[in-house]
Structure formats: structure tokens, C-alpha cells
């Protein structure tokens, strides 16, 4: 069974940086596009940035320039280097991927989504 497992988040203060990882295990076949999402009390889950298998990048608006996204396909996991945080980032962050598990005959990819970690910044 596959499954994601976050790693980082916490309690900093404006201007400071964390570093969320997500690393996937289980019967994995392929992983496809990763990335991340985040939520904040009363509104509903973004996107944050996505990576592919080739290393293309998107990024939200609101964090470009200063959130990095990036993988280790080795390691089956996925990284979010957040820099130069603000309050407004204050949200519960979410790691998702397109996986197939080959215990599933289909063979079909499938988003899968880790548990999600609290990062607040706050002075």
C-alpha cells in the first residue's frame, strides 16, 4: 500500500525559512507529478508548486521567488524550501502525487496525499 509521509513545518517568525519534506513508500511502480497544497482556516486548499518527472516547476503567484520546489526520485520524496516566510503563509501544508502502485492491476495512476503539517509564522 502507498502511502505519504511529511517531515518539517513548525512555528517561525517572519523572514525565517523551513524546509517541508514528503517521502513516499509502499509498493510504488511510478511516481509522476509531485507537489504541494496548502490550506488556511476558512479557505479552501491551494496549490503551492508542482514538479514533474522532467523537473518543470510551477509555482504559485504568491510564493514565487521565494519557495523551491524539488524531488529525489531515489528517495521517492519531495521537498518545499519556503524562504523569506510570511504570516500569510500561515496554513496547514499538504504533499500530493500521482502514483501507481503496482498492486493495483490497473496499473492507473492515482493522487495520493500525505497527512498534512502545520507551518505558522508568526513574530
Known amino acids: 500500500q502507498v502511502q505519504l509521509v511529511q517531515s518539517g513545518g513548525g512555528l517561525v517568525q517572519p523572514v525565517e525559512s523551513l524546509r517541508l519534506s514528503c517521502a513516499a513508500s509502499?509498493?510504488?511502480?511510478?511516481?509522476?507529478?509531485m507537489g504541494w497544497y496548502r490550506q488556511a482556516p476558512g479557505k479552501q486548499r491551494e496549490l503551492v508548486a508542482t514538479i514533474t518527472t522532467g523537473g518543470s516547476t510551477n509555482y504559485a503567484d504568491s510564493v514565487k521567488g521565494r519557495f523551491t520546489i524539488s524531488r529525489d526520485d531515489a528517495k521517492f520524496t519531495v521537498y518545499l524550501q519556503m524562504n523569506s516566510l510570511k504570516p500569510e503563509d500561515t496554513a496547514v501544508y499538504y504533499c500530493?502525487?500521482?502514483?501507481?502502485?503496482?498492486?493495483?492491476?490497473?496499473?492507473?495512476?492515482?493522487?495520493?496525499w500525505g497527512q498534512g503539517t502545520q507551518v505558522t509564522v508568526s513574530s
Open positions: 500530493n502525487a500521482d502514483i501507481i502502485d503496482r498492486a493495483d492491476k490497473s496499473l492507473s495512476p492515482r493522487a495520493y
Open positions: 509502499g509498493s510504488i511502480f511510478s511516481i509522476f507529478t
